[in-house]
């Protein structure tokens, strides 16, 4: 069974003696198993979430259910062996456990009885099928579900071939229903049905609910809301799912006895949906109302609505960062978790007066969050020196109780020691970094330093034992040497006005953010300013080739999927609005801040060797910018290497080819900074040599 492959790469750390530190392998980092966003029933005695782990042979991230009742340990629930379980949510009852799978192909709606038995599905679309969510009465559920392909381009590429017109080729999503009977029988305790991943049947076994169409039209459903009375659904849609298309989402209602839609929110800018008041007479959403020039890096502003005369009021208007992503209004008040600097509390806003409160401050990040309606909550959080876990608590005095036991992974482990840093940038901005330290610190020697940045530009780093992805960052750790983690001008959680310090200052900024960081750790005597790495992926790409372009304090540079030359990445991106607004023109409009912010105009300086790692079919960053790039520091005569990873886009979404990426930096840095010619092993191993 699929659930079982990641146990080799467990064992070997269960295996060790108590108290003895091992450096884990790359496989063994990349097979760590995290946990996603909690569902609690409505009763507060079961919490379900997603556990995700490591296929190495069908070289995928597998995602599971996994349960905890009465909080007592979680156990895993779902076993597909082939394809994901996701989405879990309770029905209103708590005895019913619906969720999305792909083990047949296209996602299809699967529910499971709480008190044991198999999962199986009471759908059998053909198009793949999202964002499902149960009816207060318990015998409903919605969905949204792609639409059917379009006969009339089947008959068009069958003439001429395939071809497409920029910006159209996508397919629309819409919102269904679907009746839902409780005493449903599992249709594996019926001898017709093959399987239970199976729904071919003979004729006169249990028939399928037909699911019944609610919005169509020419746009797409993005998220969906029913009202807690029953009678009332919310609807975010916008014209297409391209990604510049969000900038246009508005919010409908339906009401469910009528069937009528009616706009409810429509402005200029993005406006998103979040959450029924309890009564159902108001509506909680965020927009950037008619902003269509700064949503990118500017505050989103948080509001609800009267259903009835369509007045909205503002709340939280003191909160000095982005609100948005997952908010739960309760009777005592509207529930979300956001970041503080290096801190994700829970706050909670009057949804009378509209100001604020912290409402729970530890573990020191907290991610995903769910409340049920007898007072208990459910949260996925992690302390600095922890991954993440999955805890239960009252909502009176919380206490919490952890149901997971994901730190058992790496409690053998030699992980990273994380401190919050902070030092004044070239232009007086206070920046903030991560600085991880091996455990064997010794603050009498000066170690080889590798600058990690993260994307964005709005990502966050944060401290954490394992920090990873395609750079080996424990492994670095573990051979001697510092890792710094910057916080950049741009990154979340520190307000508005930190956020918009690259505006028309892209790279330029962001170089001083780095290397005044270099500055301060060479100033308090840390660091061997004569070995030294820098690297990073999407805008912590862009800032590594700028970097390259700009400096020779990097004996070695490494650029994941970024950004050489803004005019060339303006054309050829799928966020054109991203630049607009960053740099506020366009090539033809203002040239010269193209010119500036371009890593590839400073290509006559460039002497780093540096290594470029790019998606074959990255639509965000587009490979022509990792060509250009490539073939300039070639023209200069700098030491350069192109990996292209094949079928993928702007990220490195699969088990082995992550692998690969880890051995290619782990080569190009040990070469650079250490003098070690190391070949990419072809044999399994554990040893990072």
Not at 5 to 16: E, G, M, R
Not at 427 to 455: C, F, M, N, R, W
Request: charged residues 25%; glycine residues 8%.
């Amino acid at each position: 069974m699929k659930y079982l492959l990641t146990i080799p790469a467990i064992l070997v750390f269960v295996l060790c003696a108590k108290g003895q530190q091992k450096d884990p392998s790359f496989e063994e980092v990349i097979s760590l198993r995290s946990v996603g966003s909690p569902i609690i029933s409505a009763d507060g005695k079961t919490v379900a979430f997603t556990v995700r782990s490591a296929d190495w042979n069908q070289n995928e991230f597998d995602d599971e259910i996994w349960i905890s009742k009465n909080g007592g340990l979680a156990f895993q629930a779902t076993y597909a062996t082939k394809g994901s379980s996701e989405s879990p949510t309770f029905s209103p009852d708590g005895k019913w456990l619906a969720f999305l799978s792909d083990r047949m192909g296209k996602n299809q709606i699967f529910v499971m009885r709480l008190e044991g038995g198999e999962a199986f599905a009471i759908t059998d679309e053909k198009e793949s099928i999202s964002d499902l969510e149960w009816g207060p009465s318990g015998r409903k559920i919605f969905f949204i579900k792609q639409e059917k392909e379009d006969k009339k381009k089947k008959d068009e590429e069958k003439r001429y071939g395939g071809f497409a017109a920029d910006d159209s080729e996508f397919t629309l999503s819409h919102l269904w229903q679907m009746d839902f009977n409780p005493l449903l029988r599992n249709p594996v305790e019926l001898p017709c049905y093959q399987s239970v991943d199976s729904l071919k049947a003979k004729a006169g076994c249990l028939e399928l609910a037909k699911p019944d169409r609610l919005t169509e039209g020419m746009f797409t459903v993005t998220s969906f809301k029913i009202s807690p009375d029953g009678s009332k659904l919310a609807v975010n849609h916008q014209p297409n799912p391209l990604i510049n298309s969000s900038i246009k989402s508005d919010i409908s209602l339906i009401d469910l006895a009528t069937k009528e839609i009616k706009p409810l929110i429509i402005n200029a800018g993005s406006d998103a949906l979040a959450d029924w008041s309890p009564d159902s007479k108001e509506l909680l959403y965020t927009t950037s109302e008619n902003d269509t020039t700064s949503n990118f890096y500017k505050n989103s502003k948080l509001f609800a609505v009267n259903i009835n005369d369509g007045k909205s009021r503002r709340l939280g208007t003191k909160l000095d960062e982005d609100i948005g992503g997952q908010l739960t209004w309760r009777e005592d008040g509207i529930y979300f978790s956001l970041w503080n600097k290096t801190q994700r509390p829970i706050y909670k806003i009057n949804s009378k007066t509209g100001d604020y409160s912290v409402f729970l401050n530890s573990p020191d990040q907290i991610f995903g969050t769910s409340f049920s309606k007898s007072g208990y909550f459910a949260i996925n959080a992690k302390a600095s020196d922890q991954l993440n876990e999955i805890y239960i608590s009252p909502m009176t005095s919380p206490k919490l109780q952890k149901i997971t036991a994901i730190n058992d992974q790496i409690k053998n482990w030699s992980v990273a020691k994380s401190e919050v840093i902070s030092w004044k940038s070239k232009d007086g901005a206070t920046i903030e970094g991560i600085l991880h330290k091996p455990q064997d610190y010794d603050p009498s020697k000066e170690y080889p330093l590798l600058v990690v940045i993260h994307g964005g530009p709005t990502g966050i780093d944060y401290p954490t034992p394992v920090p990873a992805y395609v750079y080996p960052i424990v492994q670095w750790l573990n051979k001697g040497s510092l890792v710094l983690r910057v916080n950049y001008r741009g990154s979340a959680g520190y307000g508005e006005a930190f956020r918009s310090l690259n505006v028309k200052n892209l790279g330029v900024g962001d170089a001083w953010d780095v290397i005044s960081g270099v500055e301060y750790l060479d100033s308090k005597g840390l660091i061997d300013k004569n070995r030294m790495g820098c690297m990073g992926w999407s805008q912590g790409g862009y800032i590594s080739a700028f970097l390259t372009t700009t400096t020779d304090i990097f004996k070695a540079i490494s650029v994941g999927a970024g950004i050489s030359d803004w005019a060339t990445y303006y054309v050829n991106t799928d966020i054109h609005p991203f630049t607009r607004q960053y740099l506020k023109g366009t090539p033809w409009s203002d040239p010269e801040i193209y010119r500036k912010t371009s890593p590839i105009t400073y290509i006559n300086q460039a002497q780093t060797p540096t290594l470029i790692q790019h998606g074959e079919f990255d639509k965000r960053v587009p490979i022509p910018n990792a060509y250009e790039l490539l073939q300039g520091l070639r023209d200069h005569g700098v030491k350069s290497e192109l990996i292209v990873y094949k079928g993928f886009g702007h990220g490195i979404t699969k088990p082995k080819e992550r692998l690969a990426a880890n051995w290619h930096n782990w080569q190009w840095f040990n070469k650079y900074i250490w003098g070690e010619e190391i070949k990419l092993p072809i044999t399994e191993t554990t040893d990072n040599k």
